[in-house]
């Protein structure tokens, strides 16, 4: 526990720690679907498909800015965020 605070102490203010395996396949394309999209905000969730991770994604990383519909086929490059995974870009299989 001691070691846990040691390294806690050296973390700038608002910084986690995470335990977790680092994510796999950030980067590559991936496939999912739309679970989420506020329209008022322009944002949404995926649900990875192969993984079953939420995805956040905001309309200025959809390819021609397409509003997508909740349940929509995507295919989209994942990476890390500061607030957790988000996708780089995304674009709708099924129009």
């Known amino acids: 526990m001691e070691k846990l605070e040691e390294v806690k102490s050296t973390l700038p203010p608002g910084k986690r720690i995470s335990f977790e395996e680092p994510l796999k396949n950030t980067g590559m394309i991936r496939f999912g679907t739309v679970t989420k999209y506020n329209g008022e905000r322009g944002f949404g969730f995926i649900k990875d498909n192969t993984e079953g991770?939420?995805?956040f994604f905001h309309i200025t990383r959809v390819v021609g800015?397409?509003?997508p519909q909740?349940?929509?086929?995507?295919k989209y490059?994942?990476?890390v965020g500061e607030k957790g995974l988000k996708a780089a870009k995304v674009w709708l299989l099924n129009r």
Do not use: H, S, T, Y
């Not at 909740?70 to 995507?74: N, P, Q």
């Open 65 to 67: 800015r397409v509003v």
């Open 77 to 79: 490059v994942c990476e």
């Open 70 to 74: 909740v349940g929509a086929r995507i």
């Open 53 to 55: 991770n939420e995805v």
